[in-house]
């Protein structure tokens, strides 16, 4: 390895992150063929089902009427080696009459890691790992959860005063943030494969929970709808509300407990997806929700629930991730409504721990980032 394979895993990186919330289930990927250190073809995986990375280097490359025999082929993720939905990289690698490949990060299935990387070595070409590995696994935090513990990856997310407050008493909380951060949640969502609230939320916001414009620009048709999931046990969400009645109705999940009127719940099953799980003292078991929706291929989850929903999530240790956005707001009020609820730690060694804390600017507001520490 040299800092020349760095700058042009650098470059594939960038090529990555074109693909980022659009490929799920798969990961993103990025890839970049050079001769004479000069690049002849880039290429990203698109979406799901859709030529890899280095497949759409490739045909790149081909576009622009360049051989790619003997040419290095960066890519951000190891290769893969069996067949999906779509044929194995690894045989149009040597098919292609590639010389040297140049890899990132290595596959997270234990099934299959580095496995790539033996066939293409045994093939005789020179392979070497490892390069901005750190960078390139991050591209795919969601996917190396989903793929390592069969459930999303969780975020949290809310937008609250500097004191916390989610809302007012009354309940009244439109546009605690300014416009620039409240377009990064957007992107948030635009990130996610699912997005769930509390029916609280529901019956007092009635949002739409929907992915709207991402930079200014509307999204592509073919970019796969965001799923949004509403806990609510005894089937309390309105016939009128957003999420049941608009048109992307299709995308909703209401999951119920066994406790639900039957009579409420046949009327809703009508509009959207309806789902009885188990649920204690009327909460839904989040874990049970969680291995389900592993099951159904989603990879990363958003949560904008109210501070009870936040709660359940990050105290009972369900969440990786928070973005908080903080405005230059005092709310104040002892009944005003917190981002975090709950019953909260008894003790300060049951005090929740964040890492990889990170502060920026969003507009006006502050917006924090961290990992939640296991």
């Excluded at 289930?25 to 990375?53: D, F, K, M, S, T």
């Excluded at 093939?123 to 591209?139: H, I, K, M, T």
Aim: aromatic residues 4%.
């Amino acid at each position: 390895m040299n800092a020349r394979d760095f700058g042009f895993m650098r470059q594939a990186i960038r090529l990555a992150q074109r693909g980022r919330g659009t490929t799920s289930p798969n990961p993103i990927v990025g890839a970049l063929l050079v001769r004479a250190g000069r690049i002849i073809g880039r290429g990203w995986h698109r979406r799901a089902g859709e030529p890899h990375a280095e497949i759409e280097a490739f045909r790149d490359a081909g576009r622009r009427r360049h051989s790619v025999r003997g040419a290095t082929l960066y890519v951000t993720l190891e290769p893969c080696s069996t067949h999906g939905r779509t044929p194995p990289c690894t045989a149009a690698i040597q098919a292609a009459g590639i010389r040297r490949v140049v890899v990132g990060a290595i596959d997270p299935n234990p099934r299959h890691a580095g496995a790539g990387l033996s066939e293409l070595r045994h093939a005789g070409l020179q392979v070497a790992a490892g390069v901005l590995s750190d960078r390139c696994a991050e591209l795919n935090e969601a996917f190396n959860h989903w793929i390592q513990c069969r459930t999303p990856l969780v975020t949290v997310k809310a937008a609250m005063t500097l004191d916390g407050k989610i809302a007012t008493a009354a309940g009244e909380s439109k546009w605690i943030t300014s416009a620039a951060a409240r377009a990064h949640g957007m992107q948030l969502r635009h990130e996610h494969d699912a997005i769930v609230v509390g029916v609280h939320t529901i019956l007092a916001d009635d949002p739409s929970l929907v992915v709207r414009k991402i930079g200014g620009r509307d999204l592509p048709e073919k970019h796969p709808p965001l799923r949004r999931i509403v806990l609510d046990a005894e089937a309390r969400t309105p016939l009128s509300a957003k999420v049941v009645s608009d048109p992307q109705a299709a995308t909703t999940t209401l999951v119920v407990s066994e406790n639900a009127a039957p009579r409420r719940v046949a009327a809703l099953a009508r509009r959207v997806r309806v789902v009885t799980g188990p649920a204690q003292h009327g909460k839904i078991d989040l874990r049970w929700l969680l291995r389900k929706l592993g099951a159904e291929a989603v990879t990363s989850l958003l949560v904008e629930g109210g501070g009870e929903v936040n709660a359940s999530f990050l105290l009972e240790r369900l969440a990786q991730r928070i973005a908080f956005f903080y405005a230059p707001k005092i709310l104040g009020g002892r009944t005003a409504l917190k981002g975090v609820a709950g019953k909260g730690a008894e003790a300060w060694s049951e005090v929740l721990t964040l890492t990889n804390v990170n502060w920026r600017l969003a507009g006006e507001d502050l917006l924090l980032t961290a990992r939640v520490a296991v």
